[in-house]
């Protein structure tokens, strides 16, 4: 069974800086998907930044040029590096998962949340 432990959350200014990271645990057959979404008030849930089964990345238009996404396979996390930080990213922000266990079965993980609170 994956779990996912997020942190790194907080409270910021705007134009500032945060970096969050998402450490899975348990014991799998494969990854195919990583990365992070976000959920503002009143809002549904939004892709944020993601590594693909190909391990290349995906990003929201509204974080590109401003979010970085990067990984440590030996450590199983995943670091979202978010600069310049706006007002609008003010969100919870989900660790996401798809793992294959050693049936080839397909899991869809998340992680608890960490809000993540920009002022202007």
């Known amino acids: 069974q994956v779990q996912l432990t997020e942190s790194g959350g907080g409270s910021v200014q705007a134009g500032g800086s945060l970096r969050l990271s998402c450490e899975r645990s348990g014991t799998v057959f494969s990854i195919n998907v990583m990365g992070w979404y976000r959920q503002a008030p009143g809002k549904q849930r939004e892709l944020v930044a993601i590594?693909?089964?190909?391990?290349?990345?995906n990003y929201a238009d509204s974080v590109k040029g401003r979010f970085t996404i990067s990984r440590d396979n030996a450590k199983n996390t995943v670091y979202p590096q978010m600069n310049k930080l706006k007002p609008e990213d003010t969100a919870v922000y989900y660790c996401?998962?798809?793992?294959?266990?050693?049936?080839?079965?397909?899991?869809?993980?998340w992680g608890q949340g960490t809000q993540v609170t920009v002022s202007s």
């Open positions: 996401y998962t798809q793992a294959q266990d050693f049936w080839l079965k397909k899991s869809d993980n």
């Open positions: 590594f693909t089964s190909g391990g290349s990345t």
